[in-house]
DNA sequence: TATACGTGGAT
DNA sequence: TATCCAAGTAT
């Protein structure tokens, strides 16, 4: 073979990313995931969309006892359409954005409703379920059904920034990194480009100290080759949130029940459990405190617990104030609240920040 | 377009 | 310790 055949049938100098490179490397190095078929497996619909929203903001290893937790619970959509919403949202507890937990709920009733129980192969269709979005939709289209879509989640979006040095700054730059990465989509494997571009992200292009010698596409990345890809992608400045203060009332009954409520059908932590306590504000007066405690027919002697709880929410940081009361057996529960049993407490729907004001007062 | 919406782990 | 950020969506 002379020289001229040999230099044809070697791959051509790319200056573009070839997403044949990126397969192959998918090939190699796919992650096992529990939602994740095995090579060459068709993907469960349900599984697939149950692992992404779950994944929404959230890491791989904290979603994963929930995903075997929700499957073995709720096998298939029908089985978690019939639920009551107030067993998902228990078993949803700890997760957090727990909207999407009422709209996996809704969801699932949707697709019973809507598609007798099948998931639509459609993209239009999957976007228009609730709590399902760009990304969701495409997600689910391109893994469970192949069908031709990117969806562009915080790993893309640095890939892709890397690769073709984008400017703009995020979420300003979305529209246009989805363009970029839809650009890329081969004719045939959406579903494994899709992981396989996510993969990439998680694990080698990662936000700092990137392994770029371990890149498929290393040698077509314009920042690589300038050594400035930690810097991408640009991102505005997002200000902090305030600091905001309140108190929470751990109410003691003698026969070992303590004191919760349901918190309101909109806003931060809908529908969940709490104890009671007061509005969260960032003028929060101690001294005012205890008029926020709710009332028995009994006089109640609060305590001041020592310490306060902190909490950081996506939007703003919280520090609460624990009170600690005791009431006797038969005291009537205030109206809206209910008595539940304390060796019982890891049933309820109760938020992280809930758990731990119980924990403060409780555990000692 | 900007903001609300949780939590935990990595650096 | 402080900051970032993780398979985003709804409004």
């Not at 809507?114 to 192969?121: K, L, V």
């Not at 300003?172 to 992200?201: C, I, N, V, W, Y």
């Not at 703003?316 to 008595?339: E, I, N, Q, S």
Request: hydrophobic share 45%.
């Amino acid at each position: 073979m002379n020289v001229a055949v040999r230099a044809s049938k070697r791959k051509k100098a790319e200056t573009r990313p070839d997403p044949a490179d990126l397969l192959a490397w998918y090939d190699r190095h796919r992650r096992v995931l529990p939602w994740r078929a095995l090579k060459g497996q068709r993907a469960d619909p349900y599984a697939v969309w149950l692992s992404e929203i779950m994944l929404q903001q959230t890491t791989v290893k904290t979603v994963g006892p929930y995903y075997v937790k929700f499957l073995t619970k709720w096998p298939t959509v029908e089985a978690l359409a019939a639920a009551p919403l107030d067993d998902v949202l228990r078993a949803w507890a700890g997760l957090g954005y727990y909207a999407r937990a009422r709209n996996l709920h809704a969801c699932a009733r949707a697709v019973v409703e809507r598609h007798g129980g099948i998931f639509p192969a459609d993209l239009d269709a999957l976007r228009a379920l609730p709590g399902i979005g760009d990304y969701t939709s495409a997600a689910v289209g391109s893994i469970a059904f192949d069908l031709p879509a990117v969806p562009v989640d915080g790993n893309v979006e640095r890939v892709v920034s890397r690769l073709f040095a984008v400017e703009q700054p995020l979420p300003a730059a979305k529209p246009a990194m989805k363009q970029l990465a839809t650009a890329l989509l081969p004719p045939e494997r959406s579903g494994d480009f899709a992981q396989a571009f996510m993969d990439l992200g998680a694990t080698i292009c990662s936000p700092k100290s990137p392994a770029c010698g371990l890149c498929p596409w290393t040698e077509v990345c314009v920042t690589r080759a300038r050594g400035d890809q930690e810097a991408f992608p640009r991102k505005a400045p997002k200000r902090e949130g305030k600091q905001r203060y309140g108190a929470a009332f751990v109410v003691l009954r003698d026969d070992g029940r303590v004191l919760l409520r349901q918190r309101p059908e909109k806003g931060l932590l809908a529908q969940m459990t709490e104890v009671p306590g007061s509005d969260w504000t960032h003028d929060f007066d101690a001294d005012t405190a205890l008029d926020a405690a709710p009332s028995f027919k009994v006089k109640v002697k609060w305590q001041k617990l020592t310490g306060q709880v902190d909490h950081v929410f996506t939007h703003f940081p919280l520090a609460l104030t624990v009170y600690l009361g005791h009431v006797p057996r038969g005291t009537v529960a205030p109206k809206g609240g209910r008595w539940a049993r304390i060796d019982g407490l890891a049933d309820e729907a109760l938020p992280n920040v809930m758990r731990k004001v119980l924990s403060h007062a409780l555990d000692r």
